[in-house]
Each structure stands twice: as structure tokens, then as C-alpha cells.
């Protein structure tokens, strides 16, 4: 079994969490978006005042201000729903808004070690063309077959705690070079670990991750500021590979029946395009493949 140092990080604080999620969300609308009138120069906040938010809520100004200064104890799920038809909530916000608000203590799954399946394993092993791996917690990097390999870096190579999608995208420059849209990737990962954060506020290893990223990187302490939550399960990666250079595969994302803190992702390209070409020929260069282009650096 793979073994982690213990982190250094204690908790995320929830009450500061709730606190700015809901600021930041009310920020984000207009008065004209919700059929209020604008007083254009004369308002004084970005987006909605509370009392504004509190109105289209049907709740009490007074609560609303309780609720936005981080305390949660006692609220409804009808008010959340309330307060999330208000804010025009997605649905993984409205979740994130619930989990911060009223957080089911998870703090003896938290510490359980994260390991793929054995025969997951074998099951991606057994998917020779298909770039895949599975992904869990903290956007840790638990399981991956050879191809997966091929296309991203033998992971295999990194010590066991910088397996880690976020430490990958925010820290290794190759990375950066790797997708074409980095800003995208980094927001995909920043999204997550925010969602981690609404269900595992109490997870060491997260808040120590989250610590070390903002110490680390000013793009990680940029988009951790937005507070932006969101589920991303399919769509298009555009990659810069440093053997078979552009690269445009398909991406699903498979959360696991069994272990729905993991998922499967699978890569896959258009059939007779470039880049099933591209695909085919990184399967056909094998460990070559794996290897080139993805030596460490020093960060």
C-alpha cells in the first residue's frame, strides 16, 4: 500500500468558507439579472445587497446576515433551496452550499487511506488503447494503465504524495507546456478541490495541500479566491505532447459505484483523426513513449 507523510495541515475553516461562498455568489449577480432596479452609480457593493438577496430568498435580512457571516447551525433545507433559487445556484453549487452549511462529519472516511481496487487495476491494464486512470480525494492520482502514461508522464517515477493532479498542473512547468488550455485545466482542479473542501472541511491532508499550493503559486491563490465550484464529467482536452505534438481527445468521466470519492477517466480519440494516429503510435513506441518528455524538474 502506498504510503503519505502526514500532513502538516490541521482544517479548513467551514464558518469562513460559507461566509465567503455566499459573498462571492451574491457578488457575481446584477439587480437587472434578478428584476430589480439598478441604481447604477449610487450602490455601494458589487452584485445584490443582502437585504436584496434576503427579499428574493423570502427570508429575514437578520438571518440572511447570519447565515452569510458563516453560521449555519440550524438552517433548513428548504431556506438552502430558497437561498439557491435566489442566488441561481448550479446544481454542484447548491450542493457545495449545503455541505458548507450543514456538513455531515466524515472525519473516519477522511483518514482511510485512498487505493484503487485491485481489479480495477487490471481493468485498466487491460484497456491497451485507452488512456486511463482513476483519481480520488484531493485530486490524488491512485491508478493508471500504460497509456496513460504515454500521454501524461510515468507517474510511477514521482513519489507517492506528488501523484496529485493539482501539484502536477500548478507546480511542474511541463504540465503547463502540456495543455494548451491551462487556465482551464487549473480551474478544473481548483473547482474540486473546492468541492473536497465543502464535504472533508476537516481533512488535514487537504488543508495542507490547499496551504502548500498557496504558498507555491500565485495562479493556485487567484483561482482559490473565486470560490467557484463546479462537476465537469465529459468534454475535449486539447494537449501539446512533447512526441506526437497536438493532441485532441475526449475525455468521460466515470464515478465509481463502489467508491464514489473515486473516479475513472477515460481519454479517447475521434476515430481516423490525427490524433487516434497520434494515439496509435505512442502504443506502438511503448515504454519509450512513457518515458520522453516528462522528466522531472525541480520545484
Not at 481527445?249 to 479517447?268: A, C, K, P, S
Request: hydrophobic share 40%; with cysteine; charged share 25%.
Amino acid at each position: 500500500m502506498d504510503v503519505y507523510p502526514e500532513p502538516a495541515g490541521t482544517s479548513l475553516d467551514r464558518r469562513a468558507e460559507l461566509s465567503e461562498f455566499l459573498r462571492t455568489r451574491r457578488a457575481r449577480l446584477k439587480p437587472q439579472d434578478v428584476g430589480l432596479p439598478d441604481f447604477g452609480r449610487h450602490r455601494r457593493v458589487p452584485g445584490l445587497r443582502r437585504e436584496e438577496l434576503a427579499q428574493l430568498a423570502g427570508v429575514s435580512v437578520a438571518y440572511y446576515t447570519r447565515l452569510e457571516q458563516g453560521n449555519g447551525r440550524n438552517v433548513s433545507a428548504e431556506v438552502l433551496d430558497s437561498i439557491a433559487r435566489a442566488l441561481r445556484l448550479t446544481d454542484a453549487e447548491h450542493a457545495h452550499l449545503t455541505h458548507l452549511a450543514k456538513p455531515k462529519h466524515k472525519k473516519k472516511q477522511t483518514a482511510r487511506p485512498q487505493q484503487a481496487r485491485t481489479s480495477l487495476q487490471h481493468l485498466l491494464t487491460s484497456m491497451e488503447s485507452v488512456p486511463a486512470y482513476i483519481v480520488g480525494r484531493r485530486t490524488e492520482i491512485l491508478a493508471w494503465n500504460r497509456m496513460a502514461a504515454a500521454v501524461f508522464g510515468d507517474w510511477a517515477e514521482l513519489p507517492v504524495a506528488e501523484r496529485n493532479w493539482a501539484r502536477l498542473v500548478f507546480l511542474r512547468p511541463d504540465y503547463h507546456d502540456l495543455f494548451v488550455d491551462w487556465e482551464q485545466k487549473a480551474i478544473d482542479i481548483v473547482c474540486v478541490l473546492r468541492m473536497d473542501a465543502g464535504c472533508y472541511p476537516d481533512d488535514p491532508r487537504l488543508s495542507a495541500l490547499v496551504g502548500e499550493l498557496s504558498v507555491k503559486s500565485e495562479d493556485f491563490r487567484r483561482l482559490w479566491a473565486t470560490h467557484d465550484v463546479k462537476e465537469k464529467s465529459h468534454g475535449v482536452k486539447h494537449l501539446r505532447h512533447p512526441l506526437v505534438g497536438e493532441l485532441s481527445l475526449n475525455f468521460e468521466g466515470f464515478r465509481l459505484v463502489g467508491d464514489t470519492e473515486q473516479t475513472m477517466v477515460t481519454y479517447h480519440a475521434e476515430p481516423a483523426s490525427a490524433s487516434a494516429e497520434a494515439l496509435r503510435l505512442l502504443a506502438s513506441w511503448g515504454a519509450d513513449a512513457t518515458r520522453a518528455g516528462y522528466q522531472a524538474p525541480s520545484v
